[in-house]
């Protein structure tokens, strides 16, 4: 591959995160900037984690004065930079999840898909190589398990709802808390899209801002401890000094329930676990399915490998082939010429006796031309030495003309 790709990245592992606000915060000017100073244009991918930089054709020296420019602090040990096949084989990894914090998350790729979206001058190397890490993206999720075990308990409780009820639109869900683990829930249970969420807080109003459709409510601590089991599933995702539920309020109930206690200290009991009807899901037991969900993602790496190497050598076919535009626009050019050469002919010769024969043999002609030169773009994709390509391509050239002038006899002796 060559070695004018150059990536130039911020991100958590090697960069401080004051130097990545500060890189972040000027994202449109930085983006403007290199694209005015580097020739080939300039891809820049900017998120929570990383603020990453892809150029063609550039010196890494550019980008790093602009950087140091915006924040003075910034010096190239805060930096991570590749060329060649290395940067293209990072930035593969980074849109397949692999220097994501949790292996195989899928953001980052909406990201990548969504920093291509945006208009941008950009050379056709660069257009092609983020295209291609799309691709590869796409190829790792598709091929491989690497995003398919859910690694967030957000995730892995709306994954037991699944499990647990069949019917989703029928099932309704109480939940305990409104901060952050909360919230991150109930996003979960909005995309499962369950029947019924009623959300329990002494803050009533902060509560019902949550409340964005109308099969969302809030509702007051003291009327949830009353209503709990006529709900399918609870989840406790708040701090409590104490039990929210216990086994001494348990009565009977016509419905199996899934418990769900997110908390710290636990929300419930962990003697209501011990009721025939009830699942109950602590902090520890949802930690651990997290765990066994990331150590499968670990387990596809050497796969999504496998993809990222096949992608580069594609890359680097392409590549090598738009080395040799130039030559192939040359001989398009002289079989264009050669093309119209003999429709020229075909015009005179036929046309006025036989219209329609000379019509079919103009068809024929431009059918003639372009199985040939078809047959030169294969040759110099199948990475011919450039010796040989000449050879090759002169003798294709002169089997061109024999197949015109026979065509044009056999037309001949038919009009004769």
Not at 173 to 199: D, H, P, Y
Not at 207 to 220: G, Q, R, V
Not at 273 to 288: F, G, Q
Not at 366 to 388: K, T
């Amino acid at each position: 591959m060559s070695n004018k790709i150059i990536l130039v990245e911020l991100n958590y592992q090697v960069s401080p995160l004051k130097i990545r606000e500060t890189i972040s915060s000027q994202h449109e000017e930085i983006q403007q900037t290199l694209s005015d100073r580097l020739e080939g244009g300039v891809f820049v991918l900017s998120t929570c984690h990383r603020y990453a930089i892809l150029a063609f054709e550039s010196s890494e020296d550019t980008i790093v004065r602009t950087l140091q420019a915006k924040c003075p602090p910034l010096t190239k040990d805060d930096l991570l930079v590749l060329e060649g096949q290395s940067a293209a084989a990072h930035f593969f990894s980074t849109a397949c999840g692999l220097h994501s914090r949790t292996v195989g998350e899928h953001e980052i790729l909406g990201q990548v898909r969504n920093a291509f979206r945006k208009p941008a001058r950009r050379c056709a190397e660069l257009n092609e190589l983020i295209k291609r890490t799309i691709f590869t993206g796409k190829r790792a999720r598709t091929e491989t398990f690497i995003g398919r075990y859910s690694t967030s308990l957000s995730a892995i409780t709306g994954d037991r709802i699944e499990q647990h009820f069949p019917n989703l639109q029928d099932v309704s869900v109480m939940l305990f808390g409104t901060g952050e683990m909360a919230q991150l829930v109930l996003k979960r249970l909005k995309q499962l899209e369950v029947g019924k969420i009623a959300i329990v807080s002494k803050d009533v109003q902060r509560a019902a801002a949550l409340c964005e459709s109308s099969n969302i409510s809030a509702i007051t601590p003291k009327y949830a401890l009353k209503h709990w089991n006529q709900y399918e599933v609870v989840i406790g995702a708040t701090w409590t000094p104490e039990h929210l539920l216990c086994s001494a309020q348990d009565g009977e109930r016509t419905r199996r329930q899934l418990l769900v206690d997110l908390g710290m200290p636990r929300n419930f009991d962990p003697m209501l676990a011990e009721h025939p009807e009830l699942t109950l899901l602590d902090l520890d037991s949802v930690n651990r399915e997290v765990h066994d969900s990331i150590q499968k993602r670990h387990h596809e790496i050497t796969r999504v490998h496998d993809i990222i190497e096949e992608e580069i050598e594609a890359f680097n076919r392409w590549l090598e082939f738009r080395a040799f535009v130039p030559q192939i626009k040359k001989l398009k050019s002289e079989l264009s010429e050669t093309e119209a050469y003999f429709i020229s002919r075909a015009s005179t010769e036929f046309y006025l006796g036989c219209p329609q024969q000379a019509q079919t043999l103009i068809y024929t002609i431009h059918g003639i031309v372009q199985a040939h030169f078809s047959q030169i773009i294969d040759l110099y994709r199948a990475n011919v030495a450039e010796c040989f390509c000449a050879t090759y391509t002169q003798e294709i050239k002169n089997g061109m003309n024999e197949a015109l002038e026979s065509l044009f006899q056999k037309n001949s002796k038919a009009a004769a």
